[in-house]
C-alpha cells in the first residue's frame, strides 16, 4: 500500500469515528447508553456491559474468534 492508500485509510478511519451517535440503544438489554460501543461484527451499538460480541450474542462471533491478534491500541 503506498502513501496515497495509507491517507485514504487514515481519513475513512477519522470519518468512521465520527459517524458514531453520543446516544444510542444496546441492541442486546436495550439501555440507552452515553458514547455506545460499537461492535464492528454485527455494526450494532451496546451499552458497557455488552460491548463485547460474545456478551451480546454476537450474529458475527465466529469472525471475533477467529480474528488476527490485535495490538493494544484498539482501545478507546
Ligand atoms: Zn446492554
Ligand atoms: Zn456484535
Known amino acids: 500500500m503506498g502513501i496515497t492508500g495509507r491517507i485514504r485509510a487514515f481519513f475513512s478511519g477519522l470519518f468512521k469515528k465520527k459517524e ?12 440507552r447508553v452515553y458514547l455506545p460501543f460499537h461492535c464492528e461484527y454485527c455494526n450494532k451499538y451496546f451499552c458497557d456491559t455488552h460491548r463485547l460480541p460474545f456478551n451480546h450474542d454476537c ?10 491478534a490485535a495490538p ?3 482501545r478507546r
Open 59 to 68: 450474529t458475527n462471533i465466529d469472525a471475533w474468534k477467529h480474528r488476527p
Open 20 to 31: 458514531h451517535p453520543l446516544y444510542a440503544t444496546c441492541a442486546f438489554c436495550g439501555e
Open 72 to 74: 493494544a491500541r484498539n
